[in-house]
C-alpha cells in the first residue's frame, strides 16, 4: 500500500462546479500536509498548506481528519485555469522526506 | 519564496552518455533535494545534498548512476551517467524554506525541471 494515496482522475466537472479531492495517509505520525498544484509540464506549486483546523484561501478549502487519515481540497465555482493535476503531500514526524501522492487531475470544462 | 534556476530546461542524449544537470538557489539553504518524476507519476526523491557531506541516496538510487555535488549552500548538482532509455524523466531540484504564514510547516519550492529524454 502507497503511504499517500489519490484517486488518479481525471475529474471533468463544468465551470461553476464545487468539487472535491480526497487523499489518504497511512502513517499515523505524519505531521505536515499540503496540496500541490502541477500544471502540466510544469514543476509543482504550493496551493495551500492544510492545518488541525482546516483553512480555507479563496475558493479553495483544506480539511485534515487525523482520525481518519485524510486530506481533503474543495474548490468551489471552478475556473477554467483551475485546470491541473493536484497533489497531495504529507510530511511524517521526525524526518525531513515529504511524501507525495501521484496527484488528481481536474479537467474544468467551457 | 525561493528562485530556482534550473538548467538545462531539456536536452535529448545519446544511450551511454552522462547528463550534468544545475540547480542554483537565491537563498542559502541546508538541504537541496533531487527528484524524478517519470510521464504519468508522482515524484520520487533520489537524494538529499547536503552542504559539506555526502549526499544521502533513496533506495533504488546509488551514487554510480546518479552523482551529486554541493559545493556551497545555493548550488548543486546532479549527474545521470551511463544513461540508458529508461533514464528518460523529468529532473527536478528542490528546496524547503519556512512557510511564511506563521505556521511551523516548511514549504518545498521546486526548480522548473530538467526533461530529459533518452535515445
Known amino acids: 500500500r502507497k503511504e499517500v494515496e489519490q484517486d488518479p482522475g481525471p475529474f471533468n466537472v463544468p465551470e461553476g462546479a464545487t468539487v472535491a479531492f480526497n487523499c489518504t495517509y497511512s502513517n499515523s505520525a505524519s505531521q505536515s500536509f499540503f496540496w500541490y498544484r502541477q500544471d502540466c509540464r510544469k514543476e509543482p506549486k504550493l496551493l495551500m498548506s492544510?492545518?488541525?483546523s482546516g483553512n480555507e484561501d479563496g475558493r479553495f478549502t483544506a480539511q485534515l481528519n487525523r482520525a481518519s487519515q485524510y486530506i481533503s481540497l474543495l474548490i468551489r465555482d471552478s475556473k477554467l485555469s483551475d485546470s491541473a493535476t493536484y497533489l497531495c503531500?504529507?510530511?511524517?514526524?521526525?524526518?525531513?522526506?515529504?511524501?507525495f501522492g501521484t496527484g488528481t487531475r481536474l479537467k474544468v470544462l467551457a | 519564496s525561493a528562485v530556482i534556476s534550473q538548467k538545462p530546461s531539456r536536452d535529448i542524449c545519446q544511450r551511454g552518455t552522462s547528463l550534468t544537470i544545475q540547480c542554483q538557489v537565491d537563498s542559502q539553504v541546508t538541504m537541496m533535494f533531487w527528484y524524478r518524476q517519470q510521464p504519468g507519476q508522482s515524484l520520487t526523491l533520489i537524494a538529499t545534498?547536503?552542504?559539506?557531506?555526502?549526499?544521502?541516496?533513496e533506495s533504488g538510487f546509488v551514487i554510480d548512476k546518479f552523482p551529486i555535488s554541493r559545493p556551497n549552500l545555493t548550488f548543486s548538482t546532479l549527474t545521470v551517467s551511463n544513461m540508458s532509455p529508461e533514464d528518460s524523466s523529468i529532473y527536478l531540484c528542490?528546496?524547503?524554506?519556512?512557510?511564511?504564514?506563521?505556521?511551523?510547516?516548511?514549504?518545498?519550492?521546486f526548480g522548473a525541471g530538467t526533461r530529459l529524454s533518452v535515445l
Open positions: 528542490s528546496v524547503r524554506l519556512p512557510g511564511t504564514s506563521g505556521g511551523a510547516q516548511n514549504i518545498q519550492y
Open positions: 492544510v492545518y488541525s
Open positions: 503531500v504529507v510530511n511524517r514526524r521526525g524526518t525531513y522526506k515529504y511524501i
Open positions: 545534498a547536503n552542504q559539506g557531506s555526502e549526499a544521502t541516496y
